[in-house]
């Protein structure tokens, strides 16, 4: 009995080091692994998209997954051309928000209520000085490196992903190899449709309200779809500082514009969504939750987007072996011992 415990011992702490050797590749070669393990995804995301082509257009397949790249190629450049004149706007308009912050604050300082709980806090206070127009330059500078980096990110990732596409074997997978396919595919196209969805909803209604940057916020609301439970709460007050600080926009459309895309994402992301997804992932709430902290500490936002299908094929694959077992019937919510 003492052997048998001392092994388990060993295991679990042979378990943890090789997690934390892991880690550290993750993080060393990250600038090599994201843009390889997103190619990975997004190929899966597109199989469907070439199948349509080849079985029922009948297209050869060197021609469907060409046309297939060049459509990702469309979709990247507009993406990137309409962040690009989002920041070129929010540039020209820079001085503009300035003085409508500023506005705001001094009618804030001035309230009575400040008056009386922090008297003199209002003469004492440069608010020039603690946010000053230079840095919301800063900001937007940093803002358009991020985006030129990220579209860098984005023809690295075609490229990768030209070679999985035209290196994918005609021959059908079986085995564990199947089900992730299977199981990763149907979570891609699924939840990038109604992400879609989401993404074309949030723009329009906010287009429609007079929203200043409406597309770029419906692209991040597609975007953020993709992170389980917090995403969606992000789209949805991304749009306020700009609602706020707009002089042109009411009281009322500032309402509807963060109410009718909250309620859009909680109905896609409460109510339609486990209807179609239903609970293929497998995956216990606590266990998506430390898998967004996880990741995202590892790969930053790229991470959390990649988090949950990442963390369903993780569990697939511990529950092959049978030192593993426990550990992937703990991260389904299996908290019971499995029945003799």
């Not at 597109?46 to 082509?53: D, G, M, R, S, Y």
């Not at 074997?169 to 085995?175: D, I, L, P, Y």
């Not at 007050?237 to 700009?242: A, E, T, Y």
Request: charged content about 10%.
């Amino acid at each position: 009995m003492a052997t048998d415990t001392q092994r388990g011992i060993q295991n679990v702490c042979l378990m943890i080091l090789a997690a934390v050797a892991v880690g550290f590749v993750l993080v060393w070669f990250r600038s090599v692994l994201i843009p390889f393990v997103l190619a990975v995804f997004v190929a899966y995301g597109l199989a469907p998209v070439i199948e349509i082509q080849t079985s029922r257009l009948r297209v050869p397949r060197p021609l469907a997954v060409l046309m297939t790249l060049l459509l990702g190629i469309v979709l990247l450049s507009t993406a990137g051309g309409l962040v690009s004149t989002s920041i070129q706007q929010l540039s020209e308009n820079a001085d503009s928000y300035q003085a409508q912050i500023e506005q705001t604050v001094e009618k804030v300082l001035d309230s009575p209520l400040v008056a009386t709980l922090a008297p003199g806090f209002a003469d004492e206070l440069n608010f020039r000085e603690l946010v000053p127009t230079r840095q919301l330059g800063a900001v937007l500078l940093g803002t358009t490196n991020a985006i030129v980096d990220l579209l860098s990110k984005g023809l690295i990732v075609l490229v990768f992903l030209f070679f999985l596409l035209s290196g994918e074997s005609a021959v059908r997978s079986r085995g564990v190899r199947a089900e992730v396919e299977a199981k990763i595919r149907r979570y891609i196209v699924i939840q990038g449709a109604l992400s879609a969805a989401t993404g074309i909803l949030v723009g329009g209604i906010l287009a429609l309200l007079g929203v200043p940057l409406a597309m770029v916020f419906g692209l991040f609301a597609f975007l953020l779809n993709f992170i389980p439970n917090v995403g969606s709460a992000i789209a949805t007050l991304l749009p306020l500082p700009v609602v706020l600080m707009n002089p042109e926009i009411s009281s009322g459309v500032a309402v509807l514009a963060i109410l009718l895309p909250a309620l859009v994402q909680f109905t896609i992301g409460n109510v339609i969504s486990p209807k179609v997804m239903g609970d293929s992932l497998e995956l216990h709430p606590v266990t998506i939750l430390l898998a967004l902290m996880v990741w995202g500490a590892l790969w930053g936002v790229v991470g959390m987007l990649l988090a949950t299908p990442i963390t369903s094929v993780l569990k697939m694959l511990l529950e092959r072996m049978p030192l593993t077992q426990p550990l992937a019937r703990l991260m389904a919510g299996h908290f019971e011992p499995r029945p003799a």
